[in-house]
């Protein structure tokens, strides 16, 4: 019996923490050449089905909230170089679920990522908000 209601109330905390996660989504403030564009990203039942989004000429940003066994594992961010021939990765973090919030710039602090040809900055900072909240 005692480990029945352990089951139970594993099962009601699976179910509350995935609730929780609906609500929430990845936003993330990208900065090149003096532009500020603000990206929302939610999670995906793969982290493959998340194409990155250009920034400028020259970046590609991708943002992933990677799931795992139903539970989020880590949110991943990633800066391309977009080459002619193709998209070469030149910056990666990686941030444990769920992050620390609370802090002026996010979870992740300003991040800044060089470009090593033409000497641009891209900056970005990130953050976990409720679905629908405004900032």
Request: hydrophobic share 40%.
């Amino acid at each position: 019996m005692h480990l029945l209601i352990r089951f139970l109330a594993a099962l009601g905390a699976g179910f509350l923490g995935q609730s929780c996660l609906a609500a929430d989504s990845l936003v993330c403030h990208v900065t090149y050449g003096g532009e500020t564009q603000t990206m929302r990203a939610d999670t995906a039942p793969s982290p493959y089905q998340i194409s990155p989004v250009a920034v400028g000429s020259y970046f590609l940003f991708r943002m992933v909230v990677e799931r795992n066994a139903g539970s989020l594992a880590a949110v991943k961010l990633y800066t391309y170089a977009d080459r002619d021939e193709t998209a070469v990765p030149i910056h990666v973090a990686e941030f444990p679920y769920p992050p620390v919030a609370g802090r002026r710039h996010g979870f992740t602090g300003i991040q800044r990522v060089y470009e090593p040809v033409r000497d641009g900055e891209l900056e970005y900072w990130c953050e976990m908000r409720k679905r629908g909240a405004a900032k």
